[in-house]
């Protein structure tokens, strides 16, 4: 099974709002890693877990934080967005954050920022 | 191939017919690449993967190729079908070691088949 689930497959929320992503993955992969992806652009890379220890965040701005609160839970907290962060936020799995590891990615999350 | 501007590469083949889907990576220590299907409201679809120690890998009616000499890595897909119909994205995995590797995507390639 390769499968990473993300919840909620919609979000809408204002500029004000406070909201959380989910993912969430059974695989034994003890690597996981948010993207953001743009209408017609491929996905980019926002921050990497390893271990359950963050080691690399792609200068992301900190109204985006993320947590992992075990080796299967991957959430990404949002707070105070803009309007251009509107996206699908994508996370994905590997078995490690090694060389040639194979990422799976989830269904992704659509995000709109009014 | 590599596209300009906002516009995604386009690739429009009849059911049946054999489809190529070309990319050029950037970076020559790259070791590691993958193709993504991904379909139009989903997340990337792992296809295929080859390492840089390999210049082909097959798996079902896909096949990779890779030219480290001119930087160019090609997916082909025999007998085309509907259910293909995707944007295709190449991803090198670049880093120098330790916990600092990356996926770095390609700009993506619209596949339409045609029934």
């Known amino acids: 099974d390769t499968e990473v689930t993300q919840t909620p497959k919609h979000l809408v929320m204002g500029m004000t709002n406070k909201k959380s992503l989910k993912c969430e993955q059974h695989m034994g992969h003890r690597a996981m890693y948010w993207y953001k992806q743009k209408a017609k652009k491929p996905p980019e890379l926002m921050f990497v877990?390893?271990?359950?220890?963050?080691?690399i965040n792609e200068s992301v701005p900190s109204r985006f934080s993320p947590e992992c609160p075990n080796s299967s839970l991957l959430n990404l907290h949002l707070h105070a967005l803009q309007p251009e962060d509107s996206a699908l936020y994508l996370c994905a799995s590997s078995q490690g954050h090694y060389r040639g590891e194979t990422q799976y990615f989830g269904p992704g999350t659509r995000l709109l920022v009014l | 191939g590599e596209s300009v501007g906002l516009h995604l590469p386009t690739l429009s083949v009849q059911e049946g017919d054999n489809s190529i889907i070309n990319c050029a990576y950037s970076n020559s220590a790259s070791d590691y690449f993958i193709w993504y299907k991904q379909e139009s409201g989903k997340g990337p679809q792992f296809i295929i993967d080859?390492?840089?120690?390999?210049d082909k890998r097959q798996g079902q009616r896909v096949t990779v190729l890779l030219n480290k000499t001119v930087k160019h890595l090609s997916l082909q897909i025999a007998a085309t079908q509907p259910g293909d119909s995707a944007v295709y994205f190449c991803?090198?995995?670049?880093?120098?070691?330790?916990?600092?590797?990356?996926?770095?995507f390609g700009k993506g390639t619209l596949l339409t088949v045609n029934p």
């Open positions: 991803a090198e995995n670049i880093g120098s070691g330790g916990s600092n590797y990356k996926l770095t």
């Open positions: 080859i390492r840089s120690n390999m």
């Open positions: 877990y390893s271990y359950e220890k963050l080691s």
